[in-house]
């Protein structure tokens, strides 16, 4: 619904040849937003109650409105609220298959009930996502002016939800990365080309391989692009035991057994440092993959091809300190589930190792067996933690899906059949909307349930959310993930949509203009005084075209204050503002970044740009 409405928006304000406002206003206050200056009109006087403070060397205004090709103002959008800050709006999305896991197409809004925390709500919308379309074509992108680019993503709602396959090198076991992307070969050989898939990938960064596409000739060739990754994470990691087999920590040689335990708890430390720097690593990508696709509307499908990481490390009971060893990451998935949910992300986790026996010896074995193995005694002690991690992963799987509405899938080999359900499940879909009995927003975990009056069915819907007043957070941390989001290798950020107007020095005007105009149903406003209140950031990086940053940012806050008429020009014609910079002559590519300081949610784009003397 939000990616529809963005449409509409830019629909209305840039129709097939619309133009942003003419360069000659440049440096001009206007107000945000008055009628555009015809020929011959004065300039538009400043209006109080905007103010804006750069910290970068270009100069920053606040600009009059895009010109439509019409005569007449464009009529405003239907406004998009932002979920946790303007409305108690909750959206579950809900998978339901019968005993052969076939999904149930004929269900009608009497046939739920929701309820959150025990308590029994009122379903106030209902919609059924068919399968998609064998007719379905790729939905049209806005035809905008030369020199104008957005972030707003289109898809074909027909061709049923998109989904993004993660590739996880970063937790994937390097020896198993060869046999996972044979298996994606053979899954795209037979996929259905009217789905929408995007290709990420994962090592120490997120990266996007491919953008959302139908065609399966652009997957097969994105895939070709992916090599297998080694890192100190995905190695095989062989204990500092093997080195030193002599080393027992039970041996009644005490110099021996302090030197096998003093052995036993540096390996610890470092594997727990070592494993808290992946699960971060992990957790910064989930996050930026949320802000990547969130402009998306309805639902999306993440399909997590990983080895994943253990939810929970138990103490080792074999160190002098066996709590040193232990760590568990409940917290850190529960807020990542709670932004996937949030924004309509339903996870697959597909275990990347395929089948995995238990690394465990059965009763038919001799114990004695084990103390032939490399390593001697303590090779059972290895294999044990080993064993406890495999089904902790596992847990870490079922969580993720769980808390998401999606489903697991691990200890298989045909990993691109798994890869066919997972989309396949979350193709065909209901979605249910109810407002909370509970009006109070304080921040606290709400459970939800639904039941469906039919026997036998099966459903996957999130767990839940957190009943929050928006997404406060420490400011410094805010700017970090902004400043990665500006990075030249990251993939655009879409949910704060903007449009943008880049226009190049020439021969009368030594600057490159940068005019923005955000969709304000975006914007979190506050009321105050009778004033709308709004705290927006404009950023422009400049890059060469090998990735290195040329100067600095252009970096500026746009503070609102707007009284009632003001507002609802703005929210006709979009919240404006312009920046200027000098560039040498060269060839750069501009990521444009905007941030809601007040919902913290971003928007950002890529272009390149030619500077001529």
């Known amino acids: 619904m939000r990616a529809l409405v963005s449409i509409a928006f830019v629909a209305s304000i840039v129709g097939g040849s619309a133009a942003f406002p003419d360069r000659s206003l440049q440096g001009q206050s206007s107000a945000p937003l008055p009628s555009a200056p015809t020929s011959g009109s004065q300039s538009p006087a400043p209006t109080p109650g905007t103010n804006s403070q750069p910290s970068g060397p270009g100069a920053a205004q606040s600009t009059p409105p895009i010109k439509t090709a019409g005569s007449q103002a464009a009529s405003p959008a239907t406004p998009i609220t932002i979920l946790k800050v303007t409305t108690r709006l909750v959206l579950v999305d809900v998978t339901a298959t019968d005993h052969s896991g076939k999904p149930v197409n004929d269900l009608k809004k009497e046939d739920f009930e929701v309820r959150e925390s025990g308590k029994p709500q009122k379903i106030v919308g209902f919609a059924f996502q068919p399968p998609p379309s064998a007719n379905s074509t790729a939905a049209k992108p806005p035809q905008l002016a030369p020199g104008v680019y957005t972030n707003i993503r289109t898809l074909n709602g027909e061709s049923g939800p998109p989904t993004i396959l993660l590739i996880d090198a970063l937790n ?6 060869a046999y996972l992307r044979q298996q994606l070969v053979k899954y795209l050989e ?5 789905r929408n898939v995007a290709i990420y990938t994962l090592g120490t960064h997120l990266r996007m391989i491919q953008d959302f596409t139908s065609d399966p000739e652009l997957l097969h060739e994105a895939l070709k692009k992916i090599t297998t990754q080694s890192s100190m994470f995905n190695g095989e990691q062989e204990s500092l035991e093997d080195d030193f087999p ?21 390996e610890a430390e470092q594997q727990t440092y070592q494993r808290d720097l992946q699960v971060r690593l992990t957790m910064d990508a989930m996050e930026q993959l949320a802000r990547n696709v969130s402009g998306y509307g309805g639902r999306k499908n993440l399909v997590w091809l990983s080895g994943a990481f253990p939810l929970t490390v138990f103490p080792d009971e074999t160190l002098q300190n066996p709590f040193s060893a232990q760590s568990n990451y409940g917290d850190d998935l529960r807020r990542i589930a709670a932004l996937f949910s949030a924004n309509q992300i339903a996870v697959y986790p597909v275990d990347a190792r395929g089948l995995v026996g238990s690394l465990m010896p059965d009763a038919s074995q001799r114990a004695t067996s084990m103390a032939g193995m490399r390593g001697g005694p303590n090779a059972m002690r290895t294999l044990q933690r080993s064993s406890t991690n495999l089904s902790s992963s596992h847990d870490t799987m079922n969580e993720l899906a769980s808390q998401t509405g999606g489903r697991a899938f691990y200890n298989r080999n045909d990993i691109d059949h798994a890869i066919a359900l997972s989309v396949d499940a979350g193709s065909t879909y ?7 009995e509970d ?3 304080n921040g606290k975990f709400r459970k939800i349930d639904v039941s469906i009056d039919r026997k036998g069915l099966q459903t996957h819907y999130r767990r839940g959310y957190f009943a929050s007043e928006g997404t406060a957070k420490d400011n410094k941390v805010a700017q970090m993930e902004f400043g990665r989001a500006l990075a030249p290798d990251t993939p655009i950020a879409t ?3 903007f449009l943008v107007r880049v226009t190049p020095p020439d021969k009368d005007h030594k600057q490159v203009t940068i005019d923005f105009s955000v969709v304000p149903s975006h914007i979190l406003f506050q009321t105050q005084d009778g004033l709308q209140h709004a705290q927006m950031n404009f950023v422009t990086c400049v890059y060469d075209l090998k990735g290195k940053q040329v100067g600095k940012p252009q970096s500026d806050v746009l503070s609102t204050q707007l009284k009632p008429e003001t507002y609802a020009e703005v929210m006709k014609r979009g919240l404006r503002f312009q920046q200027s910079l000098t560039l040498p002559p060269g060839k750069y590519v501009l990521k444009l970044g905007v941030r809601d300081q007040q919902s913290n949610l971003i928007g950002t784009l890529a272009t390149r740009l030619e500077a001529t003397e």
């Open 172 to 177: 994937t076991p390097f020896r198993d990365q």
């Open 190 to 194: 037979h996929i259905e080309p009217r």
């Open 246 to 266: 002599g080393l027992d920590p039970n041996s009644s040689d005490q110099a021996v057994a302090q030197m096998a335990q003093r052995l036993n708890e540096f």
């Open 430 to 436: 209901y979605t249910l909307a109810y407002y909370p």
């Open 439 to 441: 009006k109070q927003m």
């Open 495 to 497: 949910a704060l949509p």
